[in-house]
């Protein structure tokens, strides 16, 4: 069953918008013309095109959330895979059109977009439970804090592979990181609810490095898992890995060349199931 996210967030999600559009738009005014042709690490897509992805995810979020508008909804009853093959020919289509697009204008379309984005975020009890976060509990309802966080972190993760595309370094402010993994991990909880009953009590033991060091115990209680201070009566895994590495590896990001960043130990079927998370709605890489 999906895991009980609680209803409390663990950070303020909304203000840290802001900061991250700030930062997305600084970097894209500092881009040279030969910049924006490079290749990112999402196939097929140059540095322009995945822009132009972040301004389409602006707008149709503002469609969806402020103007209640619904113009392109998923097919009934799709299974996970073939939803995930709609939205990935839904996002390629608007990046194919948007190419015509020039840097100017995409840039342009983010400063309108992301100040009323804010606005429509601010205006949302974070408490409600009425959002939907496939890669965290399937179709049923989440807190809306979970929402903000997804969106958060899919905007952070988007400008770490234009960073990447770029040649320049990660920004890991632990101020963004640690909200962001505090969103991610709630991947793990589901994804482990569908490998297999637990017994009460066993635990997987998060130990992550790096900018934002901090230890996570996920629970097994008879009816799912769930995030806990402390741990139950059995480890029945561990995984050491910087955050770095962490959001990596949820979100596609984590090369094949880096992956003993990522330590994972104990009952294979666990290990299986923790390599095998992804906190995006895709398929594992």
């Known amino acids: 069953m999906p895991p009980a996210v609680p209803l409390e967030p663990p950070a303020d999600f909304v203000p840290l918008f802001e900061a991250e559009q700030a930062a997305l738009l600084a970097l894209l005014h500092d ?49 996970e895979a073939e939803f995930i093959a709609w939205l990935d020919e839904l996002q390629d289509g608007w990046v194919r059109a948007a190419r015509r697009l020039s840097p100017r204008i995409v840039i342009d379309l983010l400063a309108w977009s992301g100040p009323q984005l804010i606005e429509t975020m601010s205006d949302e009890d974070p408490r ?47 101020a963004v990181v640690a909200p962001v993994l505090l969103g991610l991990r709630w991947a793990y909880p589901y994804r482990l609810s569908q490998s297999g009953p637990a017994a009460d009590g066993d635990t997987v033991e998060f130990a992550i490095t790096g900018s934002v060091p901090t230890e996570w115990f996920l629970v097994a209680d008879g009816n799912g898992w769930d995030f806990r201070k402390e741990a139950g009566n ?52």
């Open 234 to 285: 059995r480890i029945v895994a561990r995984v050491s890995t910087s955050a770095d590495a962490a959001w990596r590896l949820l979100s596609n990001n984590l090369r094949a060349s880096a992956r003993d960043q990522v330590v994972v130990t104990g009952d294979p079927k666990i290990v299986e199931a923790i390599w095998k998370t992804r906190a995006i709605i895709g398929e594992p890489k």
């Open 128 to 174: 409600a439970c009425t959002a939907q976060v496939s890669w965290a509990a399937g179709s049923a309802p989440v807190p809306v804090w979970l929402e903000h966080a997804r969106e958060l972190s899919e905007r952070w993760i988007h400008r770490q592979q234009l960073l990447d595309a770029v040649g320049r370094p990660p920004h890991l402010d632990p």
């Open 31 to 79: 881009l040279g013309d030969e910049d924006w042709r490079r290749p990112t690490p999402c196939p097929g897509w140059s540095v322009l095109d995945l822009a132009c992805h972040l301004a389409g995810d602006d707008l149709g979020l503002l469609a969806r959330r402020r103007d209640r508008h619904f113009g392109t909804p998923p097919p009934d009853g799709a299974s």
